[in-house]
């Protein structure tokens, strides 16, 4: 699901850069209008903010794999740290 949505963030990035040059006028198209071509460029550039955060926060936590039910249980959520981030910042004696 992340690696989708990653990519549908640079598909739109790449239409962030057409959209704006059509809206500098460096690029002249019978649609859209200048105009026009900024609004969708600021429109466009809040969904990929949007879609940026949901990925971030999907991405330290996911669920453990191996239940059964398709759930997990409530409060098991592993990280996806690594062992030795873990010991630099939170402390080797901290139970994870």
């Known amino acids: 699901m992340k690696t989708v949505l990653a990519s549908v963030v640079v598909?739109?990035?790449g239409c962030q850069v057409?959209?704006?040059?059509v809206g500098y006028g460096k690029v002249r198209l019978p649609f859209p209008k200048p105009?026009?071509?900024s609004?969708?460029?600021r429109s466009v550039g809040e969904a990929i903010v949007t879609i940026t955060l949901l990925v971030g926060l999907m991405g330290p936590v996911r669920p453990?794999?191996?239940h059964v039910?398709?759930?997990?249980p409530p409060g098991r959520m592993?990280?996806?740290?690594p062992p030795s981030y873990r010991k630099q910042v939170i402390g080797s004696s901290s139970r994870l």
């Open 69 to 72: 039910g398709g759930r997990p």
């Open 39 to 41: 609004f969708a460029h």
């Open 78 to 81: 592993r990280w996806r740290t």
């Open 64 to 66: 453990d794999v191996g």
């Open 11 to 13: 598909v739109l990035a």
């Open 18 to 21: 057409g959209l704006m040059a």
């Open 35 to 37: 105009k026009a071509a």
